[in-house]
T-cell receptor
């Protein structure tokens, strides 16, 4: 059972900022929050990862409130090529191979960017 | 980010034959690797977790004798689909962990005729 809940779909227009929120009410102390992007017939591509507060890289920002029960992926100025499915996952990413660390995928958010 | 490769990218085989898919971590060593399967318009489903040098752990409902996993080195894991049948046709994706981040391969499209 996936540990996260996301909107099934979102629509946006080119040049807009897109924020996708993910709920993970039962997040555990050692869990990281990771976001992936997937295009059809490709493996998921790592976007960003965080544990708490705010993380920013060259493609996105990740906002995590103090209680860590949700997170928001922010994509600045989206383009048509950002049309994809976005997955939010939480898991204990320490490398001991235990089941608590297995990343279980939910349905993801299908983002459609229109011209 | 780290790179995970898979080979082949696509394979077509006859029913009853076996198919091997390789997964490699190219620029890091991975003690733990994962195999997922994805059917059209569905999300990824975890099949099994493999740890280097030990037996794989299979998710409930996944036949370990049908999906053989070998994690012989810190950079290579293989998935062998034995006696493949048309219902095994799917998109198989491997993943390797470079703590605290997990990276995914490009996937292998398997079509069983």
């Amino acid at each position: 059972l996936a540990k996260t809940t996301q909107p099934i779909s979102m629509d946006s227009y080119e040049g807009q900022e897109v924020n996708i929120t993910c709920s993970h009410n039962n997040i555990a102390t050692n869990d990281y929050i990771t976001w992936y992007q997937q295009f059809p017939s490709q493996g998921p591509r790592f976007i960003i990862q965080g544990y708490k507060t705010k993380v920013t890289n060259e493609v996105a920002s990740l906002f995590i409130p103090a209680d860590r029960k949700s997170s928001t992926l922010s994509l600045p100025r989206v383009s048509l090529s950002d049309t994809a499915v976005y997955y939010c996952l939480v898991g204990d990413m320490r490398d001991y191979g235990g089941s608590q660390g297995n990343l279980i995928f939910g349905k993801g958010t299908k983002l459609s960017v229109k011209p | 980010g780290a790179v995970v490769s898979q080979h082949p990218s696509r394979v077509i085989c006859k029913s009853g034959t076996s198919v091997k898919i390789e997964c490699r971590s190219l620029d890091f060593q991975a003690t733990t690797m994962f195999w997922y399967r994805q059917f059209p318009k569905q999300s990824l489903m975890l099949m099994a977790t493999s740890n280097e040098g030990s037996k794989a752990t299979y998710e409930q409902g996944v036949e370990k004798d049908k999906f053989l996993i070998n994690h012989a080195s810190l950079t290579l894991s293989t998935l062998t689909v034995t006696s493949a049948h048309p219902e095994d046709s799917s998109f198989y994706i491997c993943s390797a962990r470079d703590p605290p981040t997990q990276y995914f391969g490009p996937g292998t499209r398997l079509l069983v005729l």
